[in-house]
C-alpha cells in the first residue's frame, strides 16, 4: 500500500499568498506598535510549536500504547513535527523583543523589585536563551530519530524498527513532559512575573496535545475528502473524538482548577493575574469564550457517539476548536504585554501567516515519504478497524 502525495502549485501558492498576509500583518505591527508586534509573534510561535510538540506527543502514545487504528495516519503527526526547526528560528528572532516581553528582562526594574531580584538566578536572558536552546535541541534530535526509525521501518520491515520506534516514543513522552512544561513556564507565565500557578504548564501541557489532536484529525478529513486514507470510516472518526472529548475534560478540569482555587482563596497576590482578565474593559469576552470553545462545544457536541461519528459534526466543532488555542493564549499574553484589548486585522493576519506557513511544511514533509507506513505491525489492523 504505497501511496506518495504531491503537492499541488494551488496548495503552494495559497500557503505563500497567506504567509504574505502575514508578513504585511506583522509589518503593520510593528510599525504602529512594537510591542504588539512582539506579542504576535510570541503567541504564534508558542501556538505552532504547541501543534509540533503536541502532534509528536500524540504519535509516541500510539506507537507506546500499541495502538492499531491510528496506524494508518501516523505520517500526519510526523510531519507536524517537521516544524520544529522553522520554529527554532522564528524563536530566535523573537531574541531582540524580549525587551517588550518579559518585565524581568531589565536589569532596572530587577534592581528596584524584591520578587524580581530573587528570581533573576533563573529569569535573565541568558539562562533563558540556554534554555530555549536545549528545549528545541531535544524536540528536534528526538523528533528526526523518530521519523528516521518510521523510514527505516517502511524499507526494511521487520520489528526492530517498530520496537525501537516504541523505546524513543518513551523517552520523548519523558522527555517532552518536563521540557514543554519548563517552556510554557518561561515563555508564557514569565510575562507576569509577580504571579504563579503550580496547575499553569501541566494545563497548556495538556492544551497542546488536545489541539494536536484537533488538527491531526482535520488534516486526515481533508485529505481524504481528496482520495486519500480511503480507509477512513467512522470508526476511526469515533477514536478522534474520543482523544478530544476526553482532552477538553482534562484541559477543562485544570482551567477551572487553577481559577476556581485562586479566585476563592482571593489572595491579592494570586487574584491579581485574573482581575483584570475578567473586569478588564474587553477582556471578559475572551475569557469566558475560552472555557465554552475549548471546554463546553467539544463536551456537548462530541458526547453522543452519533455526533461523535459524524464527518460533518466534525468538520464544524473543528475549525472552532483551532481558534479555541488562539483565544486561550491571547488571554494568556496579551493582558500583561499589550494591556489593551486590540484583536484586529494585525493579530489574525499574523496567525493566517503563521498558519500558512505551517501548513507549507507540514505538505513539504508528508510528500517526502510514502503516505502510509506500509510496514507498520498494525497498518491492517488500522484499515479494517470497526467498533
Avoid at 219 to 233: A, S, T, Y
Amino acid at each position: 500500500m504505497e501511496e506518495k502525495i504531491k503537492l499541488s502549485g494551488v496548495f503552494v501558492a495559497g500557503t505563500l499568498v497567506m504567509i504574505a498576509v502575514g508578513i504585511a500583518a506583522l509589518l503593520a505591527g510593528f510599525l504602529q506598535d512594537p510591542g504588539r508586534g512582539w506579542a504576535n509573534v510570541l503567541l504564534n510561535n508558542v501556538y505552532f510549536v504547541s501543534l509540533s510538540v503536541g502532534a509528536l506527543l500524540f504519535l509516541s502514545i500510539q506507537r507506546v500504547t500499541h495502538s492499531g487504528w491510528s496506524a494508518g495516519f501516523l505520517r500526519v503527526p510526523e510531519a507536524m513535527g517537521g516544524f520544529l526547526p522553522v520554529a527554532a528560528l522564528l524563536f530566535l528572532l523573537m531574541i531582540p523583543g524580549a525587551g517588550s516581553l518579559y518585565h524581568w528582562s531589565h536589569a532596572d526594574a530587577v534592581a528596584h523589585d524584591p520578587l524580581l531580584a530573587h528570581k533573576a538566578p533563573f529569569l535573565n536572558l541568558p539562562f533563558w536563551i540556554i534554555r530555549m536552546g536545549v528545549y528545541f535541541g531535544l524536540w528536534i534530535l528526538l523528533a528526526v530519530l523518530l521519523r528516521r526509525i518510521s523510514l527505516k521501518e517502511d524499507r526494511e520491515g521487520g520489528l526492530g524498527p517498530f520496537r525501537r520506534g516504541e523505546l524513543l516514543a518513551r523517552i520523548f513522552i519523558f522527555v517532552v513532559i518536563i521540557t514543554f512544561s519548563l517552556a510554557m513556564i518561561d515563555w508564557v507565565m514569565s510575562i507576569d512575573a509577580h504571579w504563579y500557578s503550580t496547575i499553569f504548564a501541566v494545563k497548556n501541557f495538556v492544551a497542546a496535545f488536545h489541539h494536536a489532536s484537533i488538527v491531526i484529525a482535520f488534516i486526515v478529513m481533508l485529505m481524504n475528502r481528496r482520495g486519500h486514507f480511503p480507509f477512513l470510516n467512522k470508526s476511526h472518526l469515533a477514536d478522534f473524538s474520543r482523544y478530544i472529548f476526553m482532552l477538553c475534560i482534562i484541559w477543562g478540569y485544570f482551567w477551572f482548577a487553577e481559577f476556581m482555587l485562586i479566585w476563592y482563596g482571593n489572595i491579592p497576590e494570586e487574584t491579581a493575574y485574573f482581575i483584570p482578565r475578567i473586569r478588564g474593559e474587553g477582556w471578559g469576552l475572551f475569557f469566558y469564550a475560552n472555557i465554552a470553545v475549548n471546554w463546553f462545544l467539544p463536551f456537548v457536541l462530541l458526547m453522543p457517539l452519533a455526533l461523535a461519528r459524524n464527518k460533518t459534526v466534525l468538520k464544524i466543532v473543528i475549525p472552532f476548536l483551532i481558534a479555541g488555542q488562539f483565544i486561550d493564549l491571547y488571554i494568556q499574553i496579551f493582558p500583561g504585554t499589550v494591556g489593551t484589548q486590540v484583536l484586529g486585522f494585525q493579530e489574525i493576519g499574523t496567525f493566517i501567516g503563521y498558519a500558512g506557513l505551517f501548513m507549507l511544511v507540514t505538505g513539504y514533509m508528508l510528500s517526502r515519504a510514502n503516505l502510509y507506513p506500509v510496514n507498520h505491525p498494525f497498518l491492517e489492523e488500522s484499515r479494517a478497524h470497526h467498533t
